[in-house]
């Protein structure tokens, strides 16, 4: 055993110090054209123009003093995977996930994955007063996350044929008896969760399933039916694809993914967005990203003008932007901002979600029962913190590009009794003086709303 892990080891330890950016890289994604194409969609797609008029409290028009705009939170989902929440034992190292999480990110996936919420038959692990479980804290302990920064949740995964990370050990193997469960599983996260979650992932990775698992027949289809039936009306249900996705978009229409979605749309299953991963899982497709070869600036506008047919939502919904290389740390910041623009700037890309903030704290390694060694994800060094917590260069590239150039702040002259600007969209605190006393104004322009508000001085 332990010259197997060594083996697997010195193999993996080798391969990063051949793999280095390439020209080809850097020419594809400085191409003015596609640069243009970027800057074009961000401000497009992520700024509007917005007007604030300023009355008294009989509804006459006054004039204030300058008016001070700051954005303190973006109408587009920015967000990564709370499987870590409370989850270090260790309340400084609890704390510090928390400052940095929440200094980048306004959206949490929470864990729902069935063989840890429900161990046992009937015990359901819902409670903050739940036994502890790596990398799946209860949802409530999420939730109380969620309340205490205003972030916005999403659960993950109701039905997924995964049967490592999804399907109870005690599970029956039968079909019939599985879609009962399925069904009362579906009910029971509802009853308890639906009005407080709104997004969630129904089925993951339909396409990329397990041959050799017993599930029901047409199981994503009814898990999207069973959904509809017990959620809120108001709920958004996502089917989350694979990163293969992004490779399977050469077929255009006639894609396995695609079709699917077709199919599932056709028969009226309630789909309001559609998730795509983005994993960079193999040492092979790394060093081809590297060399320019896949993963293209070409290959992602593609596939997602491809499946804007659909007119839904876009979600990126799980990143791991690999570290593996020597110069490791410094492309993987190089990536990620790539990357982040070129989505951001996609008219239908609504939520970018990275996976695992801190290195060190993703799915472990497994050893099969020969004896080999599956490495976890914790090989690809994926994360935005090292493991001391420390920031790595992509996490500085994202805090610039949401905090600072996607963030509005600014400082407006009212003229005829308003001020007009042009800004990215989401909630902006608004400060103003009249007569020697100061107005503060919490206002939202998200994209789908208003664009003309009235701020009374009284």
């Known amino acids: 055993m332990k010259q197997v892990i060594i083996a697997s080891l010195l193999t993996l330890s080798a391969f990063p110090l051949l793999a280095q950016l390439s020209d080809e890289y850097k020419k594809q994604w400085s191409d003015p054209a596609l640069q243009q194409r970027i800057a074009e969609g961000i401000r497009d797609n992520r700024m509007g123009a917005f007007t604030i008029r300023f009355t008294d409290k009989d509804g006459n028009p006054v004039s204030p003093g300058d008016v001070a705009l700051t954005q303190t939170r973006h109408d ?34 929470i864990p729902f994955y069935w063989p840890e919420l429900e161990p046992e038959p009937g015990k359901l692990r819902f409670g903050k007063e739940s036994e502890y479980s790596y990398r799946r804290p209860a949802p409530d302990v999420v939730m109380e996350f969620v309340r205490k920064y205003n972030l916005t949740p999403k659960g993950h995964t109701l039905v997924w044929d995964n049967p490592r990370w999804s399907l109870p050990a005690w599970l029956p193997r ?9 069904s009362k599983r579906i009910d029971e996260i509802a009853q308890r969760y639906g009005h407080d979650i709104q997004i969630w992932d129904v089925v993951n990775e339909v396409t990329d399933r397990h041959p050799d698992v017993l599930m029901p027949k047409d199981f994503a289809f009814k898990a999207f039916l069973e959904s509809e039936r017990v959620f809120p009306g108001s ?10 996705i992004w ?112 290195d060190g704290t993703a799915a472990p ?64 605190t608004v400060v103003t003086q009249r007569n020697g006393k100061k107005y503060e104004k919490v206002v939202q322009f998200p994209k789908s709303g208003a664009r003309d508000i009235v701020m009374v001085l009284d």
């Open 174 to 182: 039968d079909e019939k008896i599985m879609e009962q469960k399925i």
């Open 235 to 244: 709920n958004v249900f996502t089917l989350n694809f694979t990163t293969g």
């Open 365 to 428: 390694a497994r050893i099969k029962p020969d004896g080999t060694v599956v490495p976890g994800e914790d090989k690809w060094k994926g994360g935005l913190l090292n493991r001391d917590f420390t920031k790595k260069p992509a996490y500085d590239v994202l805090d610039r590009l949401i905090n600072k150039e996607w963030r509005t702040n600014l400082t407006v002259a009212p003229q005829n009794n308003a001020i007009s600007y042009r800004g990215f969209y989401g909630t902006y």
């Open 76 to 109: 587009f989902y920015f967000g990564a995977n709370g499987f870590m929440v409370k989850g270090f034992k260790n309340p400084k190292e609890d704390a510090l996930y928390e400052e940095h999480f929440t200094n980048l990110f306004n959206f949490v996936t």
């Open 247 to 358: 490779n399977r978009s050469n077929k255009r229409e006639y894609n396995a993914d695609y079709l699917l979605t077709e199919n599932l749309l056709l028969r009226k299953a309630k789909i309001n967005a559609i998730g795509m991963q983005f994993h960079n899982f193999s040492e092979p497709e790394y060093e081809q990203i590297l060399k320019g070869k896949a993963m293209t600036p070409t290959t992602l506008f593609n596939t997602l003008d491809l499946y804007s047919d659909f007119n839904l939502p876009i979600h990126i919904t799980e990143i791991t932007v690999s570290a593996l290389s020597e110069k490791g740390p410094e492309y993987q910041a190089v990536m990620a901002e790539n990357y982040y623009k070129l989505w951001f700037s996609h008219p239908s890309v609504e939520g970018i979600i990275w996976w695992n903030l801190v």
